[in-house]
């Protein structure tokens, strides 16, 4: 079997789950949009997906990404950036993607805003360390909404919500509670910032538990792409 054929195998497989799931959960048919995480792997994987019809990515990797981002130019991807921000590397962050899903510094949003120059604005998301791991970047969940109210008032900006990568677990019910806690937090901050419509949370091994709490927009890579190689660099 080609690798195109594995790949778009892969996505018809991770769209049935996904439809499972807000039925099992009582979400609106098509309500979480997939984002395939497309980090490491080659542009072919990419291309082999897009056949296929989805058209947002997630990328980890800057230097990679802009390499994917100008190849596929014109072909009405969207690209969202998921990895860690260096405040150094804001700029190219700011000019090349449409969602960027991990700031967790009010330093790094004005960066970004000052540097978006595009028609549209750039559209972010707020990284809560919902189970407050040493190990993981994000807001603390007590110092969540002070950022977002600071965020949502920068002028090249759109706030969108919040992103979260709970503590990696295999019961059901224990991915469940970290991704209920984050969507507390969500709708408590969504009644003084009512126009936040993202909650990104849910991987290839948490999807199910994490669209049962209201997740709007899940974020997988190895269920669609096989295994990554780990990354040197
Ligand atoms: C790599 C990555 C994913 C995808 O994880 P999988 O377990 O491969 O589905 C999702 N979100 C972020 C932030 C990642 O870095």
Redesign the pocket.
């Known amino acids: 079997m080609s690798h195109d054929q594995d790949a778009s195998r892969s996505l018809s497989i991770v769209r049935h789950r996904l439809a499972q799931a807000e039925v099992k959960f009582n979400r609106t048919p098509e309500s979480v949009c997939l984002l395939a995480?497309s980090?490491t792997k080659p542009i072919e994987d990419i291309r082999a997906v897009m056949a296929a019809g989805q058209r947002d990515f997630?990328e980890?990797y800057l230097n990679e990404a802009l390499g994917k981002i100008e190849q596929l130019a014109g072909q009405g991807c969207c690209w969202h950036f998921?990895?860690a921000i260096q405040s150094n590397k804001t700029r190219p962050l700011a000019e090349n993607f449409d969602w960027v899903h991990c700031v967790d510094r009010l330093k790094i949003a004005q960066r970004l805003s000052d540097q978006r120059k595009d028609d549209d604005l750039l559209n972010i998301c707020i990284q809560v360390n919902i189970d407050e791991e040493q190990s993981k970047a994000g807001v603390l969940p007590e110092e969540t909404k002070a950022l977002c109210l600071a965020v949502a008032q920068l002028p090249r900006l759109k706030l969108r919500g919040l992103m979260a990568?709970p503590r990696a677990s295999e019961s059901f019910e224990e991915q469940r509670d970290s991704c209920r806690r984050l969507r507390e937090l969500f709708e408590s901050i969504q009644r003084e910032l009512p126009d936040m419509d993202t909650l990104s949370v849910g991987?290839?091994?948490d999807l199910e538990a994490a669209v049962a709490e209201g997740s709007t927009m899940v974020?997988?890579?190895?269920?669609i792409f096989g295994q990554r190689a780990p990354k040197i660099s």
């Not at 974020?219 to 269920?223: L, N």
């Open positions: 995480v980090k997630g980890n998921i990895g990568i991987m290839s091994g974020r997988v890579g190895t269920a």
